[in-house]
């Protein structure tokens, strides 16, 4: 019989708090120069969007009255609406309404992967920015539910390895030191 490996986090898997603040503080340094850039990573940092979905977010998928993002599930998940900073969602809707394309970044996934390698603070994937909106959820809510449904998990299962690992840090960390 086989046995399931459950997924597990480790640093290389998300941005560390300073690496987090380096790439904010980049991407908002950046952005009068190269606008559509630094909000999809912004987007996707403050979504949990994987880099397909934030591909796929349409004008018509921002809500104006509430401040949120329409995020079409991928890969089996739910589909979520997920609420943005004012001045972070103020910021997108003006550059969505300035493009001509139904698609607020009307890129190839190659071409997103290119832009991460310019900007990302240290050499991890465009998918920590994912495990990285997560685990701050996590840690500032302590509502694994909440994380589930941002996530667009279907399976509680699937959020679980949050809660083990940052609750596994904070242990390890009261217990030792």
Known sequence: MATLTRYSL????????????RLESLLNDHMDRDPR????????????????????????????????????GLKGSNDREIPLPRPLFQKLQRWAE?????????????????IWELYRP???????????????????TK??????????HRNITNTMVYADYVYSQQELRRLIL
């Open 10 to 21: 480790n640093k290389n898997k998300y941005l560390l708090p300073p690496e987090a603040e």
């Open 37 to 72: 850039n630094c909000l999809m990573i912004l987007v996707a940092l403050r979504t949990g969007a994987r880099a397909q979905e934030v591909l796929n977010i349409r004008k018509s998928d921002l809500n104006g009255y509430d401040e949120t993002v329409f995020i079409r």
């Open 98 to 114: 300035g493009s001509s394309d139904a698609k607020v970044f009307p890129i190839s996934y190659q071409r997103l992967h290119q």
């Open 143 to 152: 509502d694994l539910r909440l994380v589930q449904v941002a996530l667009g």
């Open 122 to 140: 240290v050499p991890k994937k465009f998918h920590s920015l994912r495990h990285t909106f997560a685990i701050r959820l996590y840690q500032k």
